[in-house]
């Protein structure tokens, strides 16, 4: 499958907005703009690993749940993702500022971000299961795979031992949760982004055959 454009073009909360509206007729488009720039500010001189500003993440999970056609609340909470966890602004200002609706779904995130893989096969099942019992709420779901997709597309600039740890737990936990949630096409996703990080034998392997 061909990568989503996604992690590929520049992206703008312009753009973002323009694509909401588009399906959803009912979307406040200045509310959407307000979430992004709550974020930008929260996250204000946080850098990825690539060196580019941090907001890029979140604006990128917002566009994949916008591509996915959800809901206006649900994107805003894709922009929102990170802000409890890696900012000095809480929960609580998030569920002020924009409503408990979307508070909850953040708060989701920030309970998911909590679950670690280790890599010990018996465990497997029982994390699937505290990871579905835990996002109480499928939206929340919804916007950790649109979380973790951008992840597993921007992991060039990490340690090679971080690189395989994220992308396993994506193929044995994130992938087989999307095949459950009927999500076949973010499952394939998935898997395509962890392939060359879990197997780079085999992904050469595979790329080289696919040009011949």
């Known amino acids: 499958t061909t990568p989503s454009n996604t992690a590929k073009t ?4 312009e753009g973002l907005c323009d694509l909401v509206c588009q399906y959803d007729k009912k979307a406040d488009r200045s509310i959407i703009e307000h979430a992004y720039t709550f974020a930008k500010e929260a996250h204000e001189g946080q850098k990825r690993a690539s060196g580019e500003p941090y907001i890029i993440h979140p604006l990128a999970t917002a566009f994949y749940l916008a591509e996915m056609h959800m809901p206006a609340p649900i994107v805003m909470a894709g922009i929102l993702h990170d802000v409890p966890e890696d900012t000095e602004k809480t929960i609580e200002d998030v569920t002020n500022e924009f409503g408990e609706d979307v508070g909850n779904m953040v708060g989701g995130i920030t309970k998911l971000g909590k679950i670690k893989y280790r890599g010990i096969e018996r465990y497997i099942e029982n994390l699937r299961k505290m990871f579905l019992t835990m996002a109480a709420d499928v939206r929340v779901v919804f916007i950790k795979f649109a979380d973790r997709l951008h992840n597993l597309e921007t992991l060039d600039h990490i340690p090679p031992k971080k690189q395989y740890r994220i992308a396993l737990e994506s193929l044995e936990i994130f992938a087989p949760i999307a095949n459950r949630l009927g999500m076949g096409d973010m499952k394939g996703r998935l898997e ?9 034998k085999e992904y050469e392997w595979v790329k080289n055959l696919s040009k011949t």
């Open 10 to 13: 520049q992206q703008t909360i």
């Open 192 to 200: 395509d982004a962890s392939f060359r990080y879990v197997l780079p």
